[in-house]
């Protein structure tokens, strides 16, 4: 480590131009360049190219201008007018000309110009050398044999294997050993020497915690010289919360985590950090990892209405999604977000690549278009969204089920009455109080006696008075359906009250961050109640007429004016009551046996209201909006009553006591218009309405928990169907659910059976699924929850077969994660194209210990924990990094694991250990992000926005959360160097690290000794501590006065100590492990 203990820029520039030589002779692309190919140039080409430029339309006779673009040797050659691309240099290349149509004799593709983002990522593409993964000349449509493709490696069963035998079984301490010394001895190339004690305990550290340990920690581990030191050093750091920090870190590379939808608006999402903290806790607490695939795919479903259940499916919405959709691109989006799922659960959990399925058989792997649509159909039902949940659910079910209780006898008290005495009292109160009271026509505003509110995602309480509440769930982008009936006629007007209310935001009216709302559209829909008249129901049209405040830009007119992109708001004048009044233009509504009414709240994109109420207009003239309101409960009896058809329903033998069995007859209940006139002769009569009244105001008592934003899936989407070539356009036909062939031993049907089950009783997302169909899904959960899950459960039988070991994808999904777990320790994977292990990926280096550890990660039920300990437990492991000339010239990419090379350390952990060293490092878990990058958080708990990514985290390769990063990469550029010497993030930490190192120093060589031990883990050798002392005295004589003044001294002494401890930052050793 001494030797290269020195950063220098001219160190960094000679080792980029070395990488850039490298890279710019390699004819391969990399991982990323392939991803980027795969996501945004092939589909294209395939969509908008091959028709006419490809093999298949030479068969199909239809080939253009002898071009093909389905192998990057006909691009390279090009066709009549030459050729297609010129590798680095889109601006000549004629295909960036064709597609920006600025000829108009060459504009391809002929009919539709391509979007200026698509011409972007192709100038792009050419710019950075054309990477195509394709190989050789133009290719036709493949035939796939899945019994074929079985027999790539990835895709056959776990392979049970003898643990080989080895010569030098002093050296092999685990089975891992015994696999990796049979590859060396066979190759006659030695293990290196072990790592130092001290080393050893460094990288142990960084590898499970994303942290330096500290002088106290370090001097604690090399006082144990017992055989069990490092066993039980593990064991406190697999134990530790900072664990999870550091491998949570790692999971969310793979599923593309960030907190913003990216594209042009980049709307950030303020509950997608409890994605986060559920990745960081289900590692801490070492949830099998089939459960963890499981939840993260259908949690919302597993455990509905539970935050962990809809933390953890936030995997499905993680990546970027627009914020704004028009009716144009809607359904093209919506294909483009299941895409998105697809591709990410593939890569992220089976290594798969999918995302060019979706216009076209896979052209390497034995993955038909048909698989990639029955997945589609799989995830058909999800949607992105902002949901709201309760964080202690099963405290909350505990107490309504205790208010349900107490709720329960005043219930049946008032279902008794109304069944028992109101019939009676009513045929009193109409032959006795009813001629004396005198029927006017109506002068007031009559609030509706609601029936029934919902929406598509928000759940809504109907409260006394006809008010409509929100209460949880979706708070934008909704529609509120509101019914009520009316046997009244003449109806001209309806009225909206928008209320202020203290549980809004800023007290309302509406549920925007400011209390604003935008209701986009209002829709009145009128049929007869009498199901006997059989006129259609009526679309009322609309006009604006008043408004007690109109925002500008957003006037009464525009909630009637069919665009769900304008509506009626009324910013800045928030947290008091508005109303709105429309008018109901031809003809009053009415029908004579009573009419239904339904009125619809749409918000579109917009916040609703928190708090409403909506009434009607049947008077002569029409009402002001200031015209009082009265309840519709005493009109609509009168109105009833004196209807001929009403009156006579009610018979003699109705009345009395005597009727309460008739009343309790299903004839008698199914009657609506009697249902209706006793609703509203309860709100008269006195015992009714007192039983009501205590009822209304028992259930102002009901629990309600204050609810948390979680940015999840939702239930929404429709049917899926297969795409020709990718195009919404051109559908082929409805797909089902159905699963990978390759992958599947059995039918579709016996997950989706069992899943049907587990849907309509869920419960413990840990239990494997066995079996199949009722038996399997009893097996599968423990004790339901009290909520059933909502939606289909296509996500469930994706779930269960993702895992499934015996019948489905579950081998495969152990192969690809013991795989990650082994290159975050390596370095490299066992197979070292971590997200592809398909035909075109690498093949492993050691296929036997692979299948070794996916079979013991099964046999110990899916924990990783135990996993972590069998590997760095291992001498394999614990190997030095030293380049030994033989082995290197035998084994130069180091496939054999000849030793361990040295790895820098990655954006967050480089950042974490300034916050270390430093002393301000904030240990507190989980909860919302933060945005600077001088923030003494981890840097997990950065915020991760698309378009505004920290800079010093992408300049050392922090991911760019587009797509599963399965290898992140590491780059060499002088501006990481400059970064280190320049930044006041830097420099603050060497200010506090001096401060550290000289708190209980006697002399500078002390505080430099100390300085070493923090940041570095030990103490500097003789040379280093020389130099180190030769530089602080050579600094104190430069910066001290002439007059030797003892505070200018000591001064000087401080400025040079920072100077020391800016060098240690500066340092390799700092930002590399051995």
Known sequence: MTNRFFITVGSFMLAALVRHATASDQSLPTPEQTAFFEQKIRPVLVESCYQCHSAAAVTNKKLKGGLYVDSREGLLKGGDTGPAIVPGQSAKSLLIKAMKWDDDNLQMPPKTRLPDSVISDFARWIDMGAPDPRTGGPIAKREIDIVAGREHWSYRPLQKVPIPQVKNTAWATTDIDRFILAGLESAGIAPSAPVSREKLARRAYFDLTGLPPTPEQMREFLADESPTAFGKLLDRLLASEQYGERWGRHWLD?????????????????????????????????????QFVRMQLAGDKLMPG?????????????????????????????????????????????????KCVRCHEHKYDPIPQKDYYGLASALARTEHGDVKIDPNHAETQQKVEAFEAATRPMREALAAYTRDELPGRLEAWRTQKLPTIKYEPATRWQALDVLSASAVSAQLHVAAGGI??????????DTYTIKAVTFQTGLSQIRLDALADKASPKNGPGLSDNGNFVLADLKVIAKPLDPADKTKPITLKLNAVKATFEQKDYPLSAAVDNSPQSGWAVSPKL??????????????????????????????RFFGLGKARLSFGNAENPLALETPVEPQNLRELLAMLRTPAVTSNVTPNDRGPAAASKQATPAAQADPTKNHLLRWFGAVDEKASGLLAALQNQEMKRPRPPLINVYSTRAGGADVYLLKRGEVDNKAGKADVSFLQVLTTGEADQWINAANTIAAAPGNPAAPMQGRGRSAARAARATPPSTPPTGPDGRVALAYWITDTKAGAGQLLARVIVNRVWKYHFGEGLVRTPNDFGIQGDKPTHPELLDYLASELIRNNWQLKPLHRLIMTSAAYQQGADNAPAAMQRDPENKLWWHRPSRRLEAEAVRDSLLVVGGRLDSQLYGPSVAALESPRRSVYLRVKRSELVPFMTLFDGPEPTQSIGDRGTTTVPTQALTLMNSPFVRDTASRLAKRARADAKTTEEAVDHAFKIALGRSPNARERNLFESHIRTQIAELQPADKNPAATVAATERALLQACMIILCSNEFIYVD
């Open 575 to 604: 947290g008091v009551d508005h109303a709105a009044v429309f008018g109901i233009e031809g003809q009053s509504v009415g029908f004579p046996g009573g009419t239904e009414l339904e009125i619809q709240l749409k918000f579109s």
């Open 254 to 290: 793979v599923v593309r985590y960030a907190e913003s939808g990216g594209y042009e608006f980049d709307a950030f999402r303020p509950g997608a950090y409890h994605y986060r903290d559920w990745v960081i806790k289900a590692i801490n607490n070492d949830m099998p990892y089939d």
């Open 306 to 354: 539970e935050l962990e259940g809809a933390a953890a499916a936030g995997f499905l919405v993680s990546g970027p999604y627009p914020g704004q959709i028009t009716a144009k691109t809607r359904e093209r989006i919506r294909y483009d977000q299941l895409d998105d799922m697809i591709a990410t659960t593939g890569e992220a959990m089976l290594a798969t690549t999918l």
């Open 468 to 477: 409509i509440r929100y209460e949880s769930g979706k708070e934008k982008d």
